[in-house]
């Protein structure tokens, strides 16, 4: 067997974030990799370098007389020990969006295609680099928002979520090969008789950890997602001013959302490592100028979608009915209410609001004076690291909805052990559920199960007569 | 031993058959049975008449999965059921305590009162010739099995025919240092067959297997021994045996525990330098399942003892058969282990424990129907196809059989599949997986296993069994009759409603329920852990017409289990809908990067019919049935050769 695939044409794409740092790479990967380089590359005859070699030269453009384009670092890595099991060569190359395009550019025009998102991780997976958890965990990592969504994939890409989910899947799989053997050998003395009490206990305590890694998943969500967020208040009260704060330049991530209008532009900022997704700043942003018409409907509309609410009162003023009628609409959302020009003198009826939101979810601020602003964003973070849900035992965070709908699978299969037992059911019928529960498990991490339950079987019992 | 000195100078024509079936062992006798049944010319062949039905090692049949296989061969019209009906000494039902899938009949035999049963039924049978003879090659051409000519020079035609060689095939039994060619039970080996299967190009392989020694009862000091006796309740294998024929318990014979100890394991370890498994005489491969004592000691050095069972071999004999001592030691050392163990003292040694090693037809050189790939109208069954077990070749033998006889009559195979027989999980896993090691039934290689119950071995398998034209008008009236009470006696508990009374609340509340507040229906009623149909009956009307034992065990379990069956019947739909996932016949594997190296060799050997077969093939991950499906859905497999 080939150890590259044929049937895969060259590709080529930028695999750095745009606009971000100081180097950009321009990755190509396929059969023709090496002939595409060569066409454009003036330095070492990178067809006698060693593999997985650095190599520094300049970018030629071939269409235009061989005009130097750009100063660069290229990589040759070649099949199979790389990341798509292809011929890889990564151009390095000086950042900027302009020189790294023109550099795609003529990688296109000299034999590679543009790839499609993920392609490369496709590859991988189907050359057999990587399984199927771990190149969703790639999946998840392009698409990661911020460093600590970043992370999360990155620990999945290392298999702590397979790992995890192994360890799981043994503990199963040494209860289910003890009833196996109780069933096939009922004489033999020696392997402990499952009852269901025994059972009941390990179904208890898998449903545990399942249920932990679920409380992670709405976590690992919002890393990858964002927190969606809503500002909110009455007109004036200084929306604008900790919006803009929130958006300090080099933080933020604007998103133009296809097929939407510009209206809806979603913005992401980091905040101290949560990544916030901004509803509506669109909506903030036009009336700033101008007198605002933002109606308590258009809030309604905010709250509704938000996860978390950042309700901005004036504290320089009593709280009005529309006021009251916001705290009344964000009862039950995550919220933290901004007390607002501070640098005013207090009118506010602070005990009212504390009764109502509890004291440790208001901050005090003065936008104009950037007063208390560090102190909003310390408290997103621990709402969502501390308050929100509890960290993992392993940090692991499970992020990708097809891993969290497994679980809730998985969950519901032992909800089935646990009621199959309490209504008397016997040990080999309630066993149906428990091996619907590993096979669930195994299907995250795409792990086969042939034979592996006859194996245990049979290397941890001293079987047959 | 076995030599041979001359073979014959001229061969003779005799008569033309239809099937012909090599081997009257457990497989054997079905295939030949089934063929001639079906309205066949069957010749069945055996190197020596008094093996006919023999059971070389442990005496008894049924237990776990096994014992299920054999009413799945009962309900199909097969001898076994019957037979062992006719022969047991002992009868007892395993896993009582556990649920209804899992329960499992097992009997104690009389060896030689089997032989003797089976021989006569298949004397008796029409059209089906017993003769001894051994074959020594098949007549083919152009890849067609057209026949086969015995060592005695008779050739014989047929349209079809059936090998169930057994442990025959170039068998050798080793005892210690000790090693001679030799079929079962000091048999004559058939020597020459194997090398005509190699130049036809099926590959062989070889396989162990072992039996342990037997010691005279006489001698056996039962009272420092644990007394197994049969059960009292009424059971037998076959549904066409009636209750009035079951052994009252004093008719029955016991059979006897005893343990192992560290004097024994310290003999074997001594003598581990002279154990043919472990100095290198020993080359194929033997079961896990099946382990020998000295397997045992080495692999579980921390087990200080390992149950012994002794049990009788017949009503006429003082043999018993060491159960759990299978051993190829040498003699003098066997003797020793046997004094080492409790009641053994002073027994006398009848035969020694011995290894035998034969050649096997690696089964993924089969179809689904156990037709060879390599040569057409050639069928397999039983332990040339690396099985172990009487029961496995059973029912091999009789799916062969079948098979061989709707082939030689022009008709459609015969397909059992996973969901509806244990036969068909055994057909499967050995077409799709192969073997590395002789295979044994467990209840766990069947995913499906609460809808392969041995108490409905009869409503999956009557009907064909009716079609094939092997289960007679009456027994099948019978069947009907039987199936209409169940669903009948189902569809009734589904609309009575139990009121709350004071009858029912009390006994509800003996056993710690809350008493009823309404009314509810007889089958919800039914499915309460401490309700049984009996119970029930006192609440509710009688039916109009009195049910039997059997019937009422049906609606017990299809009513009780009702929840978990669904779900097993909802994984048997999906399964349907990745068999439905067809692999193009075609297809060229060497096209498909991608697939890990083991995976494109395992597919590119079994030659899968369906994604759903492909991803039971060990070595066949996730992964590779991933990009196998991305690959045919995009029309990559265009490809081909």
């Not at chain 1, 209008?261 to 980091?270: F, M, P, S």
């Not at chain 1, 936008?367 to 929100?388: N, P, V, Y």
């Not at chain 2, 096997?360 to 057409?376: A, I, M, N």
Request: proline share 4%; charged share 25%.
């Amino acid at each position: 067997m080939a150890l590259t695939t044929t049937e895969f044409d060259t590709i080529a794409a930028i695999s750095t974030p745009p606009g971000e740092g100081g180097i950009a790479i321009v990755r190509v990967s396929g059969e023709d990799a090496m002939k595409v380089i060569t066409a454009i590359y003036r330095g070492k005859d990178l067809n006698k370098v060693a593999s997985h070699t650095i190599n520094y030269g300049h970018i030629v453009d071939p269409a235009n007389h061989n005009e130097t384009v750009d100063e660069v670092m290229v990589s040759v890595m070649r099949a199979p020990n790389t990341y798509t099991k292809e011929d890889v060569i990564e151009i390095n190359c000086h950042g900027g969006i302009v020189a790294t395009n023109r550099i795609l550019q003529i990688v296109l025009s000299n034999g590679a295609r543009m790839a499609n998102p993920g392609e490369f991780t496709e590859r991988a997976f189907l050359n057999g680099r990587i399984d199927l958890s771990q190149s969703e965990a790639v999946m998840d990592l392009i698409e990661a928002k911020t460093d600590q969504s970043m992370k999360a994939a990155l620990n999945q890409l290392d298999g702590n979520l397979s790992h995890l989910i192994r360890n799981l899947r043994q503990a199963i799989l040494d209860v289910l090969a003890n009833v196996e053997v109780n069933i096939d050998y009922p004489e033999y003395d020696d392997a402990e008789t499952i009852t269901t009490k025994l059972l009941l206990d390990k179904a208890k305590e898998v449903r545990a950890s399942v249920e932990q890694l679920l409380k992670t998943a709405k976590q690992g969500k919002v890393l990858r997602d964002g927190l969606a967020t809503a500002i909110v208040g009455r007109p004036n009260v200084g929306k604008s001013s900790i919006l803009n704060h929130l958006l300090h330049e080099d933080k933020a991530i604007v998103t133009n959302v296809p097929g939407t209008t510009r209206d809806v532009l979603e913005e992401y900022v980091n905040v101290s490592g949560v990544p916030l997704k901004l509803i509506d700043t669109a909506g903030i942003r036009k009336t700033d100028d101008q007198v605002e018409k933002i109606g308590v409907e258009r809030s309604r509309k905010s709250i509704n979608s938000a996860d978390l609410v950042l309700l901005v009162l004036n504290s320089s003023e009593p709280l009005t009915a529309e006021d009251r009628e916001l705290l009344a609409l964000t009862k039950d959302t995550k919220r933290i209410v901004i007390l607002n020009k501070t640098d005013l003198p207090m009118a506010i009826e602070l005990s009212e609001v504390k009764q109502l939101v509890g004291d440790e979810n208001i901050i005090s601020t003065s936008a104009m004076k950037a007063d208390g602003l560090s102190a909003l964003e310390q408290r997103i973070a621990k709402l969502f690291f501390e308050e929100g849900i509890e960290n993992s035992q392993s940090n692991v965070m499970v992020t990708n909805a097809r891993h969290i709908s497994l679980l809730n699978q998985a969950l519901s299969a032992l909800d089935d052990v646990i009621n199959g037992i309490d209504s008397g059911m016997p040990v080999d019928l309630v066993q149906i559920d428990m091996t619907r529960c590993w096979e669930l498990l195994g299907e995250i991490t795409g792990d086969s199960y042939n034979d592996e339950l006859l194996d245990q079987l049979f290397s941890q019992f001293c079987l047959g007569k | 031993m076995s030599e041979i000195f001359s073979h014959v100078k001229q061969t003779y024509q005799g008569p033309d058959y239809d099937v012909i079936v090599v081997g009257a062992g457990h497989a054997g006798c079905e295939a030949a049975l089934a063929a001639a049944r079906m309205g066949n010319q069957t010749l069945l062949l055996t190197i020596n008449l008094e093996m006919v039905a023999f059971m070389p090692c442990n005496p008894s049949v049924g237990g776990p999965a096994k014992g299920i296989v054999v009413r799945e061969v009962d309900a199909l019209g097969g001898e076994m059921g019957r037979n062992i009906d006719k022969t047991y000494i002992q009868m007892r039902m395993l896993n009582t305590g556990k649920g209804p899938a899992v329960r499992a009949l097992r009997a104690q035999a009389d060896k030689h009162a089997y032989h003797r049963a089976m021989k006569e039924t298949i004397e008796n049978q029409p059209n089906l010739t017993l003769r001894q003879g051994i074959v020594d090659s098949l007549i083919t051409e152009d890849g067609v099995c057209k026949g086969v000519v015995t060592n005695t020079g008779a050739k014989y035609n047929a349209k079809t025919v059936v090998l169930c060689t057994g442990t025959s095939a170039r068998g050798r039994i080793i005892i210690g240092e000790l090693q001679y060619s030799s079929g079962p039970n000091n048999t004559q080996p058939a020597l020459e067959l194997s090398k005509n299967l190699e130049d036809l190009g099926f590959k062989l392989k070889r396989f162990k297997t072992g039996t342990p020694p037997r010691v005279d009862g006489n001698t056996i000091d039962f009272s420092q021994t644990t007394e197994q006796p049969g059960d009292k309740e009424v059971n037998h294998f076959s549904y066409e045996t009636p209750d009035s024929q079951y052994l009252e318990l004093k008719n029955q014979l016991s059979c006897w525990l005893t343990y192992t100890n560290e004097k024994t394991h310290a003999i074997i370890r001594e003598n581990l330098d002279r154990a043919p498994m472990f100095n290198g005489t020993v080359e194929g491969i033997g079961p896990r399942y099946c382990p020998s004592i000295e397997d045992k000691i080495v692999r579980f050095a921390d087990k200080d003892h390992h149950q012994v069972f002794l049990e009788p071999e017949g009503r006429e004999t003082q043999e018993y058969y060491v159960n759990g001592m299978s051993t190829s030691m040498p003699e003098e050392v066997q003797q020793n282990m046997i004094h080492s163990v409790a009641g053994m003292q002073n027994a006398e040694l009848m035969r020694p424990g011995y290894a035998i090693e034969y050649d096997v037809v690696d089964p993924y050189q089969l179809k689904p129907t156990f037709e060879t790939k390599v040569v057409k109208n050639l069928y397999t069954a039983g332990q040339t196809n690396g099985t172990s077990g009487y029961e496995e070749a059973a029912g091999q033998g009789m799916y062969a059989g079948i098979n061989a006889a709707l082939r030689a009559q022009g008709k459609d195979p015969l397909i059992l599949k996973r969901n509806e027989a244990y036969i068909g999980v055994m057909v499967d896993d050995l077409v799709t997986k192969g073997t590395n090691e002789p295979y044994r039934l467990l209840t766990s290689r069947a995913e499906y296993r609460l809808l392969l119950r041995h108490d409905n071995a009869d409503m999956r398998l009557t009907e064909k069994g009716y079609e094939l034209g092997l289960i007679s008008e009456e027994r099948y009236q019978a069947f009907l009759a039987k199936k209409a009470a169940v669903e009948g006696e189902i569809e009734r508990l589904n609309k009575i409603r139990i009121k709350p009374n004071d009858e029912v609340n009390q006994f509800i509340q003996e056993h710690g329920d809350k008493p009823l507040q309404d009314g509810v229906l007889a089958s919800v009623f039914l499915r309460r852990p401490y309700v049984t149909y009996n119970i029930l009956k006192r609440f509710i009307p009688e039916p109009a017409k009195p049910l039997g034992r059997r019937v009422i065990e049906q609606v017990e379990i299809r009513t009780k289990y009702a929840g978990y069956i669904k779900k097993a019947e909802e994984n048997v739909e999906k399964l349907k809908k990745m068999e439905a996932k067809k692999i193009p016949e075609n297809i060229d594997y060497d096209a498909i990067d991608g697939l890990a190296t083991e995976a494109h060799q395992k597919l590119k050997q079994i030659q899968p019919h369906s994604i759903a077969q492909a991803s039971r093939i060990s070595g066949v991950n996730p992964s590779d049935i991933a990009i196998l499906s991305v690959y045919i859905q995009q029309g990559r497999i265009a490809k081909t050769k």
